[in-house]
């Protein structure tokens, strides 16, 4: 299946796959895209998809940005060919995470200024309610977490 998906352009991906992809995310299992930058957008789409069937409007701008630079640090620094996503939700709160193929954890770092790139965990740092990493078997997942405000259940 990988090479299928590979072969695909990102506007393809989303045309084949896209409402299997949301199923799958919303019910809580890993969905695999190739790690390429152009499939980058449609990471971020995909969040943006079930957070909107959630009805989870007050996480879509953050879950959109954060989501992005997950994917697009699992492209840039780990050198995999595909990257999982997973999503789970929780009574109060929201996990989206990225998993790759390396064991290399991730860091803030302090970028030079009008150096635009090198910002990706400190946005995650300002933004998520708590974020980290967990070594895997075979690579790493870097998730964050979001506050969700639960709706009262009429009486």
């Known amino acids: 299946m990988l090479e299928s998906l590979e072969r695909l352009t990102p506007d393809e991906l989303e045309q084949r796959y ?6 799958e995310l919303a019910a809580e299992r890993e969905v695999f895209l190739p790690s390429r930058a152009e499939f980058v957008g449609v990471a971020r789409r995909l969040i943006l998809a ?12 953050a879950g959109e940005l954060l989501t992005g630079e997950l994917m697009a640090n699992a492209v840039r620094h780990t050198g995999g ?3 999982g996503l997973r999503l ?4 109060g709160r929201l996990r ?3 998993r790759d193929s390396s064991r290399a954890l991730p ?3 302090l970028s030079e200024p009008g150096n635009e790139t090198g910002y990706g965990m400190l946005l995650v740092d300002a933004l998520a309610e708590r974020w980290g990493a967990d070594l895997l078997p075979r690579g790493k997942g870097v998730w964050f977490e979001l506050k969700v405000r639960e709706r009262a259940s009429p009486l």
Not at 50 to 61: K, P, S
Not at 88 to 91: L, N, S
């Open 18 to 23: 896209f409402a299997r992809f949301c199923e």
């Open 50 to 61: 079930v957070l909107q069937g959630f009805q989870l409007h007050q996480q879509l701008e």
């Open 81 to 83: 060919r595909t990257a």
């Open 88 to 91: 789970a939700r929780r009574p």
């Open 96 to 98: 989206i995470e990225v």
């Open 107 to 109: 860091c803030r770092i």
